[in-house]
């Protein structure tokens, strides 16, 4: 009774201005249970999190400005599990292998701005860390993300803001230039490319205040995030959502500390008070999941302290934006709590002549060589000199002219090859190493089962991929990504987005039919999300309409179960002959499940196309 009379009277207690105790207290109440979160989440994970580390420690950062307390052996104990594993920005070997490669754009970024907020002092590995991340950029300046989560892990704006970011924050000094021009390019993307859900319109504004964009360019971006806010003081995630605290949160904050948007403004404070007049008393907001699917796309739910159950994930990101914005409106603490120092997280094994390999000329590099560098380096991991210098094609031909050995691997497996093919723009570095009898088929003992054909997906080059297959590589072997996921080549290329590498890998011989062990189809894949131009991709290039997986969904049946905010997939499905009489085996059809999770839009364009329960 208690807990439904407070629900019942916070529209009310907050429908006046809040003051500064009213905010302050429901911030206190939030970073708590925030921590609680993170603290369950890494009893049980060690992989870097978004949901349990990224955003929280934003909050933890504007707490101890704003003179919230933070519990800061709960903080560092998560923020070691967290960068310490995926990426471990202790290690060497790791980074320069990439060995826990997930999502460069999205993961990796999420952990260089998170190490950045957490004290993290620029270093070797972070370096390494950034460069292979700005080299994943696009030609046209964007980044992309293989994550299927909506809101935040689907949108190219938050990849490309993030990656921006990251690369700005810890690239080495002798990539500053290369980094300064990728930061334009990413603007003038964020610029050109048009938003669709509120995540785009605010990573939008975020990434150009990140990439140096003038107050005149961000005008128009903070214009149109203003203008998505509701008669309810929120904003909602999709036009057709109601408002929520992760949009709300996430909008706030964004016009606050890259819109230049006064805290006192009308409309910002509007924003705040529905925030205050929806939040649970436990300092949480929840927040529902849009991925409703019984497909494994991550690790599975389990219970970390935080509400909400299969909803606690996508709260814990809410209520971090939430608190962000209600922490943004207290005034800055005379005497802010210092950000602790992690020097847990300083590299080891560290050699002097390991920058120039990793970062110098070419000419700086030979001069090393020349100076009695043995060309056969390594590191007790058995990172090798060829590796290191692997994105450069003009540092590996030095080595191989010195004899060294091009398939010497580390302890992992991994060769330079493989590093190499992880680099966009570092054709001629694998064609030479090809050239000079590196190996494309790796064979077994490889961590995790990586290839360099898979690796190379990320990178996104087609002739790549096509010199590879060229070369013996397979285009259907599957690698164990974090040693958790199996994807093959092809549907690592589905979850990313491209045609143009989709077509590359069907054409070297990847199996357009393939099912991953839970019967997921390709097209299954690309529906979930959301990826309309690779289905019409693999459509075209003959991939099975109606497979059905174990739980007897079909690519249709996602289409209509998951919420982009559109109809494009559904109709694309349907045109070309997918059936809409299958059922789950719950019994549920497309049509059943757009009804009943209120999906209007794909509802009438079920029913044009003669859908029935």
């Known amino acids: 009774m208690r807990f439904l009379a407070a629900v019942l009277l916070a529209p009310a207690l907050f429908a006046q201005e809040p003051t500064i105790n009213q905010i302050r207290s429901a911030a206190t109440q939030s970073i708590a249970l925030l921590q609680k979160g993170s603290t369950g989440f890494y009893k049980v994970q060690d992989c870097f999190s978004c949901h349990h580390a990224g955003l929280p420690v934003r909050a933890l950062e504007l707490a101890r400005e704003r003179g919230v307390p933070v519990d800061e052996a709960a903080a560092r104990a998560s923020l070691l599990k967290a960068l310490a594993y995926s990426p471990d920005l202790t290690s060497i070997d790791r980074v320069v292998q990439s060995t826990m490669i997930i999502d460069p754009a999205s993961s990796e970024a999420s952990a260089l701005i998170t190490a950045a907020l957490a004290g993290v002092k620029p270093s070797l590995t972070t370096a390494i860390q950034a460069r292979l991340i700005a080299r994943q950029q696009r030609d046209d300046g964007h980044w992309l993300t293989d994550d299927q989560r909506p ?11 993030e990656a921006a970011r990251a690369m700005l924050l810890y690239m080495p000094e002798e990539l500053r230039k290369e980094a300064a021009a990728r930061a334009e390019r990413a603007k003038a993307w964020l610029l050109k490319a048009t938003p669709v859900t509120t995540e785009d319109y605010t990573y939008r504004l975020q990434g150009l205040a990140w990439t140096g964009a003038s107050a005149a360019q961000r005008a128009a971006a903070v214009r149109e995030l203003r203008a998505l806010q509701r008669a309810d003081g929120g904003w909602g995630q999709l036009p057709r959502r109601e408002s929520d605290a992760y949009a709300t949160g996430e909008a706030l904050a964004a016009l606050a500390e890259a819109g230049n948007v006064a805290t006192t403004d009308p409309g910002w404070r509007k924003g705040l008070r529905y925030l205050l007049s929806t939040q649970n008393p436990d300092g949480s907001w929840r927040v529902a999941t849009r991925m409703i699917t019984p497909a494994q796309v991550s690790p599975p739910y389990f219970e970390t302290g935080f509400p909400f159950g299969h909803d606690q994930f996508i709260s814990s990101s809410g209520t971090s934006f939430a608190a962000m914005a209600l922490m943004l409106a207290l005034p800055k603490s005379a005497t802010p709590a210092p950000t602790p120092v992690l020097a847990e997280l300083e590299p080891k094994g560290v050699q002097p002549w390991m920058q120039t390999a990793l970062f110098g000329t070419a000419k700086e590099f030979q001069s090393l060589l020349d100076g009695g560098l043995d060309p056969a380096s390594h590191t007790e991991g058995g990172t090798t000199l060829l590796m290191m210098a692997a994105p450069d094609a003009a540092k590996m031909k030095m080595l ?13 497996g991994y060769t330079a090859l493989m590093v190499a093919s992880m680099y966009r723009g570092s054709f001629d570095g694998v064609r030479l190493l090809l050239d000079r009898g590196a190996n494309a088929a790796p064979g077994t003992g490889v961590m995790f089962n990586a290839s360099p054909l898979l690796l190379a997906v990320f990178a996104g080059e087609p002739a790549t991929l096509q010199l590879l297959h060229s070369k013996g590589a397979d285009a259907n072997r599957r690698m ?6 199996p994807a093959s080549p092809l549907a690592q290329a589905v979850a990313m987005g491209e045609p143009e590498v989709i077509r590359a890998l069907i054409a070297s011989g990847a199996d357009i039919k393939e099912h991953d062990p839970d019967g997921t189809s390709l097209l299954q894949m690309a529906a979930m999300a959301n990826h309309v131009e690779a289905a019409q991709t693999l459509i075209a290039a003959g991939a099975p309409l109606n497979d059905a997986d174990k739980h007897g969904y079909t690519a249709l049946l996602y289409a209509s179960t998951v919420d982009f905010g559109d109809d494009r997939m559904v109709n694309l499905l349907l045109k070309a002959g997918a059936d809409p009489t299958l059922r789950t085996k719950a019994g549920e059809t497309p049509l059943s499940q757009a009804k009943r999770y209120h999906y209007a839009h794909i509802e009438a364009a079920l029913e044009k196309a003669g859908a029935r329960e």
Request: charged share 15%.
């Open 480 to 485: 164990l990504l974090l040693g958790a996921f």
């Open 400 to 412: 191989l002219d010195r004899g060294v050995d091009v398939n010497a691997k580390a302890k992992s």
């Open 151 to 161: 809101p935040q892990g689907h949108s190219q704006f938050t990849a490309t803001a």
